[in-house]
Nanobody
Framework: QVQLVESGGGLVQAGGSLRLSCAAS????????MGWFRQAPGKEREFVAG????????YYADSVKGRFTISRDNGKKTVYLQMNSLKPEDTAVYYC???????????????WGQGTQVIVSP
């Protein structure tokens, strides 16, 4: 089991930027991916971005393409989510996730972080 700890959430004005970090402990297999999901009040959790651990291929939800960038540092076993041009509709609890690629990209990863709050004010 992989343990995940997120950091970097906070309050920002619309148009601003934030960077989220997720540090993993435990073994990350070559078949693994890591990703970010978010859940806004009253809404279901949704996929935001994902990255394959070995080859670094990235995937994004249409709503964040061009504004968010996911990256990883294999040595630190850390994944980042750089969020630019933030909008009020990006307000949510952001969760880090890890697991086999097939599970992460369909929203059923084997490991979840505890979540970090992002609030974007108008």
């Amino acid at each position: 089991q992989v343990q995940l700890v997120e950091s970097g959430g906070g309050l920002v004005q619309a148009g601003g930027s934030l960077r989220l970090s997720c540090a993993a402990s435990g073994r990350l297999f070559s078949s693994y991916a890591m990703g970010w999901f978010r859940q806004a009040p009253g809404k279901e959790r949704e996929f935001v971005a994902g990255i394959s651990w070995t080859d670094g291929m990235t995937y994004y939800a249409d709503s964040v393409k061009g504004r968010f960038t996911i990256s990883r540092d294999n040595g630190k076993k850390t994944v980042y989510l750089q969020m630019n041009s933030l909008k009020p509709e990006d307000t949510a609890v952001y969760y880090c996730a890890a697991g086999p690629r097939s599970t992460v990209f369909v929203g059923t990863p084997s490991s979840w972080g505890q979540g970090t709050q992002v609030i974007v004010s108008p």
